[in-house]
């Protein structure tokens, strides 16, 4: 059992009780902070914790940051050891929007150097199609003793951003819905628009019309017509606060493509500042 990206509901089903799984509910509402726990008490997944989005998968936000910022390594370590996570359990994530926040926390794993952790592929829809049950009872495991270490490779803060773009140096690639994008949504963020020079990639786009994850090859052709022949260390995800861009590096993971990095602050963060630059498409 080695579940690295994705996983089917019917997959998910005959292991979920097993003691070296460990399944999570990612599930998040930005308009109301207590709406993804109240939403895990009314009925989750058999054996599923619960993962808040705005206390274990970021720390709080500053003056200067995006609306997410990752935890310390150290704090997002003792919180996985708390989970009653070891370095054989297999992580799965899900939530009920198609994997756009368990993303977060499959990333999160990779991040801290745990490869054995996957998201429900269609997340509780697929699930729900299936007929398999869900449970209500609050869901806790003796400490675990994962000792992963977080590779800080992986990301790119804010400075290195202004300066790379300037230099024409990365591809940056935006996951946000495209009304966001070009700033035809003037209510979502608080300055619409987008980075001067980013692509738009919205995360949906990784997603048949089921809701499942498109195939390998239709998700590498749609990022390489960006990428091109861009070395991958070039490559740099982003989104309005670092939580769906995680949503494409899950995709490029399936569809083969190596490990690229990710700006944690993305567009909440860039916008803090009102120097920075800002592009609309009228």
Known sequence: MDYNTIISAQELKPIIDQDNVRVFDCRFNLKDPQGGLKSYQSGHLPMAQFADMDTQLSSAMTETSGRHPLPDADVFLAQLQSWGINNDTQVI?????????????????????????????????????????????NVEYAAGNFSGTANMEWLVDIGTVQTELEANRITLIDARAAD???????????????IPAAHNLPF????????????ADVINQRFANIIQDQPLTNVVNMCGSGVTACHNLLAQAIAGIPPTKIFIGSWSQWIRDPSRPVSCID
Do not use: C
Not at 204 to 215: Q, V
């Open 204 to 215: 949906s786009g990784n997603l048949a019309s089921s809701g499942l994850f498109e195939t």
């Open 93 to 137: 994530a899900y939530d009920d929007i198609s994997g756009a926040f368990a993303a977060r926390l499959w990333w999160m794993m990779r991040w801290m150097g745990h490869s054995k952790v996957a998201v429900l592929n269609g997340g509780m829809k697929q699930w729900d199609l299936q007929g398999f049950p869900l449970d209500q009872e």
């Open 180 to 194: 966001r994008f070009t700033g035809r949504d003037k209510n979502t963020d608080p300055v619409p628009g987008h």
